[in-house]
């Protein structure tokens, strides 16, 4: 059953661009050890969530709609992100580097955010200009958030899987 306060897709998607906007804003101003973990481990939940639904449902539903290199960036840039939730993840506020990652990993949410909601030609309005139904895609979408934050919360969410990149080693 679809949140009634998002009145489509992109209105779900976008209230999770800002959601995790404002925890940033949170981890930056954190000055504890804890409460920086906790608010990491928050964003990378969220960000886990967001990209499942979007890769599995949203990106599949535009495919041959849109321009098919707007949704192969967004694949990329995803993976980009997953390297850095799974490398938050598995460390803590005391080791090197931490804080640099959560911030580098917001500057490249920015980016995506910027790439999917930019006015005409950014992929939201592209996906607005099709004829897919964009509230059945929203009810489609929050059933499957619903079963995803209801799994981190009893069992925790796998690691993410990069999709389009294929990471090696230097």
Same mark, same amino acid.
């Given at each position: 059953?679809?949140? &009634?306060? +998002?009145?489509?897709? $992109?209105?779900?998607?976008?209230? /999770?661009?800002?959601? %995790? *906007?404002?925890?940033?804003? @949170? ?32 990106? &599949?539903? +535009?495919?041959?709609? $849109?321009?098919?290199?707007?949704? /192969?960036?967004?694949? %990329? *840039?995803?993976?980009?992100? @997953? ?48 004829? %897919? ?38």
């Amino acid at each position: 059953m679809a949140e &009634p306060q +998002f009145t489509d897709a $992109i209105a779900l998607l976008k209230a /999770d661009h800002q959601k %995790v *906007e404002e925890l940033f804003e @949170k981890f930056e101003k954190a000055t504890s050890s804890n409460r920086k973990q906790a608010l990491a481990q928050d964003i990378c939940v969220e960000l886990k969530v967001h990209t499942l639904i979007e890769e599995e449902i949203f990106y &599949p539903a +535009f495919r041959g709609l $849109i321009e098919d290199n707007t949704l /192969d960036e967004a694949y %990329v *840039e995803h993976d980009g992100a @997953k390297v850095l939730i799974n490398d938050i993840e598995a460390s803590s506020p005391d080791d090197d580097f931490y804080d640099a990652k959560v911030k580098v990993l917001s500057e490249e949410i920015k980016h995506h955010v910027h790439e999917e909601e930019m006015p005409s030609e950014g992929m939201f309005a592209q996906c607005r200009k099709t004829d %897919v139904d964009l509230v059945a895609l929203r009810d489609q979408m929050a059933g499957r958030k619903t079963e995803l934050l209801t799994l981190a919360k009893t069992s925790g969410l796998p690691a993410a899987k990069p999709t389009a990149v294929n990471l090696v080693t230097a």
